[in-house]
């Protein structure tokens, strides 16, 4: 017979991973409809949004190696593409680092946005 304390609740806080995947599911698709040809303010704006990001992160040594990519390549906020392109360089590092396979940057489209070619989201 087990006992409740047994189980995990659903509504518990996130622990790092959890924390970690859904926070690249939230950065990636806002890389994904991240406008073609942004305004000034929307690139200042979202430079501004990922230094926050590094520096209330609420994973310490995370927002520290965070930081510290930031620091070494500054977002591109030029256009989607840019930027998505970024944030897949900043994914593919920390994977690198964690012993996690690469993603491949050129299906950013089909996994963030449009859905995979074979139809498996439609």
């Known amino acids: 017979m087990s006992s409740s304390l047994d189980?995990?609740?659903?509504?518990?806080?996130?622990?790092?991973?959890?924390?970690?995947?859904?926070?690249?599911?939230?950065?990636?698709t806002i890389a994904a409809y991240y406008p073609e040809k942004p305004t000034a303010d929307e690139e200042r704006e979202m430079k501004t949004f990922f230094m926050?990001?590094?520096?209330?992160y609420p994973c310490e040594s995370c927002a520290r190696d965070f930081s510290s990519l930031l620091k070494l390549r500054p977002p591109a906020t030029s256009s989607q593409r840019a930027l998505a392109g970024?944030?897949?360089?900043v994914h593919n590092h920390i994977n690198q680092k964690l012993g996690k396979p690469q993603f491949d940057?050129?299906?950013?489209?089909?996994?963030w946005r449009d859905g995979w070619d074979d139809g498996s989201c439609d």
């Open 7 to 28: 189980r995990i609740r659903e509504d518990c806080p996130l622990d790092k991973d959890q924390l970690g995947y859904q926070t690249w599911g939230l950065l990636h």
């Open 52 to 56: 926050l990001l590094g520096k209330f």
């Open 86 to 89: 970024w944030l897949c360089w």
């Open 105 to 111: 940057c050129s299906r950013l489209d089909e996994r």
